[in-house]
């Protein structure tokens, strides 16, 4: 039977579920009845869910190859489930273009209203299946390597059955779209459709060797502008902001001198005596213990930057990003 076009909106109940439950009055009996109901006038065509979320994967994915990898299935059952549900709509919903796939106008009103669904679905059926045992968390690779890691071990200790799944990456999470269940950013917190709770500001030092110290003349803050300044591909401005602090406001950033892709690196080419680095004091907390580096004066410029746990509004009630949201006051704090 081929639909016409307004009557696809029909479609979009077809999840629609109405739940009775009925006590019987007989003491001996408790009885619940159970009624699924489409909200639809009579049977439209035999599309099963199957290929609904067949469909929803290659809107997600942008590929056939790809909704098939996320499914477990062959790229020709995902087709057939497309064809499948194609005929029994009467519409196009996906047209090839190039390699990939390009949505139809009755594909995307689809997409839009199927896809989410599936997400909450999926998050819905997750929480039962994990059970609060896994927690997924996409954050910047800098805050990985120099201060979560580094104390995650007591995160473990104290929930051994969280099993973490760290990701790291620069771009913002869509949490409609992607499994993860928070993230850590840098910003001021205002990301759209999320909830955010600050975790700490971010601040600028100078860090050098004792080595590299001991052999210079070095006495204020502003005498480093004569020194070896290690700098960060992504963060160059810091030494600006640094030094504009310091009362030095004509200062600009020198055409030469030892340039890192991150951070990370930035910091090792410190501990190595090249020179001295302006940086985040928690970054380099490990090496200023062990000695490896030293903070020559005692100014720390507060950014209007700050680190920020993210999350989707309503998964912060879940055991492991609840017991995540804890742990990390509890750590800012030691």
Not at 70 to 76: D, Q, R
Not at 163 to 169: A, P, Q, R, V
Not at 183 to 196: H, N
Not at 312 to 330: D, I, S, Y
Request: contains cysteine; hydrophobic residues 45%; proline residues 5%.
């Amino acid at each position: 039977m081929t639909l016409s076009r307004p009557r696809i909106s029909q479609i979009l109940d077809l999840f629609r579920i109405t739940y009775t439950e009925k006590y019987s009055s007989d003491a001996a009996r408790i009885g619940n009845r159970y009624v699924v109901a489409a909200n639809m006038p009579g049977p439209i065509f035999p599309t099963s869910l199957r290929s609904l979320q067949a469909f929803a994967a290659v809107a997600r994915a942008g590929s056939v190859v790809a909704a098939a990898d996320e499914l477990a299935v062959t790229p020709s059952a995902i087709s057939h489930l497309l064809r499948q549900l194609e005929q029994g709509l009467g519409v196009t919903l996906v047209r090839r273009k190039g390699h990939g796939l390009a949505m139809t106008s009755d594909g995307e009103r689809l997409a839009a209203s199927v896809g989410p669904a599936f997400v909450s679905i999926g998050d819905a059926l997750g929480e039962f299946m994990r059970r609060g045992s896994e927690l997924r968390i996409s954050l910047l690779s800098s805050f990985a390597m120099h201060w979560l890691i580094p104390r995650l071990s007591r995160f473990q200790s104290r929930h051994p059955e969280v099993e973490l799944l760290l990701s790291t990456s620069t771009r913002l999470i869509d949490f409609s779209r992607e499994a993860f269940d928070c993230a850590i950013r840098l910003g001021t917190g205002r990301w759209p459709d999320t909830a955010a709770e600050q975790l700490y500001r971010e601040e600028l030092v100078a860090a050098c060797s004792p080595q590299w110290l001991a052999g210079s003349r070095f006495r204020s803050p502003r005498d480093l502008e004569r020194a070896t300044l290690i700098q960060s591909k992504a963060r160059r401005q810091d030494w600006v902001r640094y030094f504009k602090a310091a009362g030095v406001a004509e200062f600009t950033l020198p055409k030469r001198g030892p340039l890192f892709e991150t951070r990370a690196l930035a910091i090792q080419a410190a501990v190595a005596r090249m020179g001295v680095v302006v940086i985040d004091p928690r970054f380099i907390e490990p090496e200023l213990a062990a000695g490896q580096l030293v903070m020559p004066f005692g100014l720390r410029v507060s950014l209007d930057s700050a680190y920020w746990l993210v999350w989707r509004p309503g998964r912060e009630t879940t055991r492991p990003v609840a017991a995540f949201r804890r742990w990390l006051a509890a750590e800012i704090l030691r």
